[in-house]
């Protein structure tokens, strides 16, 4: 069965980098049919996309938060990671890791069980 | 940018009864790259319907999903107490590539 976990600090302060990584289980991140992706859920709303990766590195961003965020890669430990610089308050929500297949029309089949980041002094 | 609106924002029905959601969108989503999710409270959504109308596995019979275009639809048959929950569309396609509705939420009358 696979499983998603994001890890990362649950606290950032305004200005500073959000980092967060998601680990793969039970199935590996180099597999041609899927992409990977980072979905947030601000408090008490909707979801966003953030972007996606795949596991060659392509990327795709939300051109709303392109100029701050960075997604990789490291296929060697089955992770992916998330970089988003210059938090404000409107940047704090539940992260998720998911994964994207491409059988599927590109649909997030997969999970993580998410992760709250609240941007804060 | 494509976006998608669904309706209505809240839906109240009883167990038992039909519900249905509605997801419109800006500009046609392409070779059906529309999906459904599920989402409870405190937990990540789950994927109900994929390509318009392909059931995700696992996903009992009574969710089902039609459209095409701009205009898709997710109905369920009969409302179990556990379909009580926020529903979410999704589509694939121009940038920015994924987008998300809003949400349904549908609760207990």
């Known amino acids: 069965q696979l499983q998603l976990q994001e890890s990362g600090p649950g606290l950032v302060k305004p200005s500073e980098t959000l980092s967060l990584t998601c680990t793969v289980s039970?199935?590996?991140?180099?597999?041609?049919?899927?992409?990977w992706g980072w979905i947030r859920q601000p408090p008490g709303k909707g979801l966003e996309w953030i972007g996606s990766?795949?596991?060659?590195?392509?990327?795709y961003y939300n051109p709303s938060l392109k100029s701050r965020v960075t997604i990789s890669v490291d296929t060697s430990k089955n992770q992916f990671s998330l970089k988003l610089s210059s938090v404000t308050a409107a940047d704090t929500a539940v992260y998720y890791c998911?994964?994207?297949?491409?059988?599927?029309?590109?649909?997030?089949?997969?999970w993580g069980q998410g992760t709250l980041v609240t941007v804060s002094s | 940018e494509i976006v998608l609106t669904q309706s209505p924002g809240t839906l109240s029905l009883s167990p038992g009864e039909r519900a249905t959601l509605s997801c419109r969108a800006s500009?046609?989503?392409?070779?059906?790259?529309l999906a459904w999710y599920q989402q409870k409270p405190g937990q990540a959504p789950r994927l109900l319907i994929y390509?318009?109308?392909s059931r995700a596995t696992g996903i009992p019979d009574r969710f089902s999903g039609s459209g095409s275009g701009t205009d898709f639809t997710l109905t369920i048959s009969r409302l179990e107490p556990e379909d009580f929950a926020v529903y979410y569309c999704?589509?694939?396609?121009?940038?920015?590539?994924?987008?998300f509705g809003q949400g349904t939420r549908l609760e207990i009358k």
């Open positions: 998911a994964r994207l297949v491409a059988a599927s029309f590109l649909s997030f089949d997969y």
């Open positions: 039970g199935g590996s991140i180099s597999s041609s049919s899927y992409y």
């Open positions: 990766i795949y596991y060659s590195g392509s990327t």
């Open positions: 500009q046609s989503v392409s070779s059906s790259y």
């Open positions: 390509g318009a109308s």
């Open positions: 999704q589509q694939y396609g121009s940038s920015p590539r994924i987008t």
